[in-house]
C-alpha cells in the first residue's frame, strides 16, 4: 500500500503499516522522535495502522510548539502523574486525565485530603518515572475484559467509565500502572523534558454537583525546559494583573456573598464605568442609535413568545407574586423589551433602519461555580442594541457594525479577530434565505477588507453571526461581542412595517453588543492595561 506525505510524494509500505513503520521507512531518527500521526486533521496514535491512500503527516520532537505534539506530551505527563499518586497514595481512585488548554488535569479520589505543599512529593515520583524511562503500550480488549480488570484494581471510576464508553475500548499501560484511554500517546516518556504541577481544585465526577467531590490536579509539560519558564513566567504576570486582586487593590470594586456575581462598585470604578458609559453613548449618537429604556420585569407570556421562557428559563429569575397577580421574571436580555417596543406604532419602511440602544441591567441566574470576578457575573450591563432593517438594508448595516467594532477596539489597543459561523442543521427558515443573510455578512466582512474565520454549523437556529473576540498583551483570547442576524424573533412578535409597496413586511433584526458586558471589558481592561489606567 502506499501513503501520500506532506509535500505529495508517496511512501510504498506492507499492508498494516502503522505509523511508526511509516516513520522507520523514512529514517531512525524520525521513527525516535516521532510523536503522533496527524491525517486530515485529525490525530492518530503510531501504533495504529494506516490505510492504502492516506494523507499523513509525522509529527516529532521537533514540533514543539505544535498544539497536537503538546497535547499528546501532555496527555502522556498525566497519565505519569496517575501512576506516581498510585504509588504514593495506596488506597486513591483514579478518574479522568485530559489533556486540556495550556496543560492537561487528572481527578482523584484520595484516602486523606492533600494540600498544595504535597505536590512537590508527586513531582518528585513523577520525576524518578521519566528518570527511569516509560513506555507506552496500547491494547484493545473486550468490554467484559476491561470492566474485569479495573473491578480487580478496585477502581470504581474506571468501571463506570468502561460502562459507559462507546465503542471499542483501548488501554495503555506504562510501568505497572494500565489506564482506559483512547490515546493518542507518546512512544515513551524521553521527550517530556520539563513538567510542572500547578495547582489544586475540588472536581465534581463527571462534572455534576450531585455526585463525590474530587480532587482535580493540574499540571502542565513541554518539549523544552525554556518553554516551561517562559509559560511559568506568563502565569505570575497574569496573576499579578489579575483584576480581582487589582480591583481591590485599586479601590476599584468588590463581590459579596450578599449579592452572588453582582458587583459593588466603588467610586473609582464608577469614573472608569461613566468613561464607557459617556464613549458608548456618543458614539451611538454619531451612528444613528436612539436611546431607549425599557423595563426589568416581564411577564411570561413575554418570555414564551420570545423563546426565552422554552430555551433560556434555567437561567432566569422569577419573582415571587401575589396570588392574583401574573407570574414575572427579570429580563435576561433586551430583545423582547426592544421587540414590545417596536411594534409599540404602526412603522413604515421610511424609519428603517431603526436602531435601538440600552445599557441597561440585565439578570442571568449563571451557576456559582462558574463565577468569575468580573469576567462571569449573575449581573451584567451589555452595550446593547437591536436594528430594526428590510433585507436591503442588511449589509449595510453588518458593514456600520463591524466598522464600530473596529473603532472601539482600536481605541483600547486590542487586536480584533472576527468568526463568522453559518446555517446549523437544525435551523428555522429556507436554505434561500440563509443563502441570502449568510452572504449579506460576508460582503460586509469582505468590503471592510476583514480577514475572518468561518465555523461552518454553528450559527443560531434562527441566523447567522459574526462573533468578536480580541487578543490582549498576554496573548490570552477574549470572546467580547456578537453580530447577530435573526428573521424570527420580529416574526413571534409580529412586527411588522408598511413597506414601499403599502404591504406589510416582517423585518430582520440585528442584535449586536460590542464591548459585551461593560463589568467583564472592564475586568479585561484591568488586566490588559495590568492597572496602570493609560489614559
Ligand atoms: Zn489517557
Ligand atoms: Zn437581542
Redesign the pocket.
Known sequence: MKVVLPDNSELELPDGATGRDAAAAIGPKLAEQAVLVRSNGHVQDLRLPLEDGQKIQILTTRDKDDPDALYVLRHSTAHLLAEAVRRLYPGVKIAIGPPIENGFYYDFEFPEPISEGDLEGIEAELQKEISEGREWNREEISREEARRRFEAEDEPYKVELVDTADGDISLYTQGDFTDLCRGPHLQNSKPIKAFKLTGLAGAYWRGDEHNKQLTRIYGTAFYDQADLDEYMERLEQARERDHRRLGTQLDLFHLSDHSPGSPFWHPKGMVIWNELEDLRRRENGRRGYLEVKTPLLYDVDTYVTSGHYDNYAENMFFVEQHEDEKRLALKP???PGHMLLFGSQLRSYRQLPMRFAEASTLHRDEPSGTLHGLLRVKHITQD?A?IFCSPDQIEDEIFACLDYASYLYDLFGMEARFELSTRPEKKLGTDEEWDFTESALRNALDRRGIDYLVHDGDGAFYGPKIDLHMTDVLGRSWQMGTIQLDSQMPARFGLTYMGTDNQEHTPYVI?RALLGSLERFIGILVEHYGGAGRG
Open positions: 436580555m433586551n430583545c446593547d437591536h442584535h
